[in-house]
Every structure is written in C-alpha cells, then in structure tokens.
C-alpha cells in the first residue's frame, strides 16, 4: 500500500493568552491517503483552523509533525516554507483570496509565477484549469466581473495549478448561495475522483455529508473519524 499523502502526528498547539496557556490543539494524530476528500469539522475553538494553518505552513506546532508526501514539513527552515507551500499545497479560502486589478487567468498565471513556470507552460496550464473549472468564457475578467461562484471556482483553479500534494480549503463555501455552495462541493468532489487530496474545514453540515470522511475536532482534539457511505 502507498504511503498515506498526509501524516499528523501527536500534533500539540499552545497559545499564551497573557499568563494563561489555551491548549488549541491537543496530541492530534491522523492520516490521509492520496485522492482522499475529507472534512473537518467542529464548532468555533475547537481546533480545526488551527489544524489546518500547521499544515498549510501557516503557523508552527508547539509539538509534533506534520508530513507531506513522506517529508516531515514542521522540521523544515522558514527560507525553504514559501518553496514547500508553493510545491505541495494548493489554498482555498472563504472570501476567494484573489488579486482584484487581474482578470482570472492572471490570477491563476501568478500562481504559477512564482514558481518559475515557464511563461508558454503557464499560459496553457491556467487556460485549460478555467476551461475545466466551466470558465473559458470568463477568463479575461477581473474578480469584481464575476460571481461568488466563478471567484471560487477561479481559485480552485489557483490552487491547482502547480499541481499541490493536498488542496486546503477553508470555507470554501461560506461566502456563496446554496445553489453554489452545491455546485462547488460538486466540483472538489469531482477533483477527489480524479486523484487529488482535499481536506475541507466547515461549519457546514451539508458540505461535510458529501465528502467521504468526516473527522470531528472538540477542545482541540479528535472527537470522531468517519468514513461517509454515500
């Protein structure tokens, strides 16, 4: 059997507030194979923002690891973080996280700019990303020419664009209607299939169902580790 994509272990977070320690994370521990399509889910505090920001590189644990593809990420230098985050993970955020002067193949362009892409690679890449995401005819317009929908399905476009181990997304669909919200739970539901890992944060209890595992985060620990039959 492969190596799980995804290994957290024993995974501890302490934040002082002034003199007082708040355990935000508690020995956490869990994998994830690859093409996996997982939820975390739990109410405010519990843990799971916090979760993800160690292993999307967003913050470091007070203890334990966290690894990606076999290497140990919370080991790594901070110069060698923004090479890992850009190579091995791809981020989806609540409020779409887009640049607001470029149109949505730039914003999906950049991505792979700082990357060192080549500039014909790019180009091709980010179109036919949108063209997948249902954007063809939408790729020349900045964000504010766009819908909630097509912001998002624009940065799950970013996010995969330099082909990411594991897609992140917190929230992704706190910010759309429901019809979108469906639309876009389809659309990472279909990416799962096609072999790529996402782990989703949400408070959604909609979006959890339709992923096929639910892991639920209380005081800062595992309360359960569900596989969802559909």
Avoid: C, W
């Avoid at 912001?151 to 209607?177: C, F, K, Y």
Wanted: no cysteine.
């Amino acid at each position: 059997m492969d190596e799980p994509v995804l290994r957290v272990r024993n995974l501890s977070k302490i934040y002082m507030q002034g003199k007082i320690p708040v355990h935000a994370l508690n020995d956490v521990s869990f994998d994830v194979e690859k093409g996996e399509f997982m939820s975390i889910v739990g109410p405010s505090g519990s843990g799971k923002s916090t979760l993800l920001s160690m292993i999307g590189l967003l913050d470091k644990p007070t203890s334990g690891s966290v690894f990606i593809d076999d290497k140990e990420i919370t080991k790594a230098k901070e110069s060698e973080v923004p090479k890992l985050r850009r190579e091995k993970i791809g981020f989806v955020f609540q409020h779409f996280n887009l640049i607001p002067t470029l149109t949505a193949l730039e914003n999906v362009d950049i991505a792979m700019r700082f990357a060192r892409v080549p500039k014909s690679e790019r180009k091709k890449r980010a179109v036919d990303l949108l063209t997948h995401m249902g954007l063809a005819d939408r790729m020349n317009h900045k964000p504010s020419e766009l819908s909630g929908g097509e912001q998002q399905r624009t940065a799950v476009a970013r996010a995969l664009s330099n082909h990411p181990a594991i897609i992140l997304a917190d929230e992704p669909t706190g910010e759309v209607d429901t019809k979108t919200r469906d639309m876009i739970v389809r659309l990472l539901k279909g990416l799962s299939e096609e072999g790529h890992t996402i782990l989703v944060v949400t408070h959604d209890t909609a979006v959890a169902q339709q992923t096929g595992r639910i892991i639920k985060m209380r005081d800062g620990g595992i309360e359960s580790d569900e596989r969802v039959i559909s």
